[in-house]
């Protein structure tokens, strides 16, 4: 094992999809425990192919689509949530709903959130 290794690092080349994180809020009709989805925070990410360990998190999940991404921590701007939901605008999951499973800071680079998350058909 090659103890002098260490992970490339991202750049801002590598954040190009566009990525929107959704929040379900309470709608101010009449019925009770009705919600709807507002748009929390967007941002540029990097999809890439799920770890073994991302991979075990999900095992009892079932979903057509199972994706984890990078993205710059926002800090104050954007408190990510378990029940927020995200999309991406990027050919494979254009119409895809992601709902978040697990996140939390890149090991290789704490300034970035690692997220992962799950989407079923639409």
Known sequence: MNKN???????SGDLRIPVTFF?????DGP?????????A???????YESSTKDLEKTSGITGTHKITINFRNPHAD???NHSD???????LY????FKIIDFAPNSSNK???????VANDN
């Open 41 to 47: 925070f967007t941002t540029l990410c990097e999809v």
């Open 111 to 117: 300034e970035m959130i690692k997220v992962v998350g």
């Open 78 to 80: 954007y408190h990510i």
């Open 94 to 97: 254009e119409n895809s709903t």
């Open 23 to 27: 929040r379900m809020v309470e709608n």
């Open 31 to 39: 019925f009770p425990g009705s919600k709807k989805k507002e748009k």
């Open 5 to 11: 290794y260490r992970p490339p690092k991202i750049s």
């Open 85 to 91: 939901t995200f999309e991406l605008i990027y050919g």
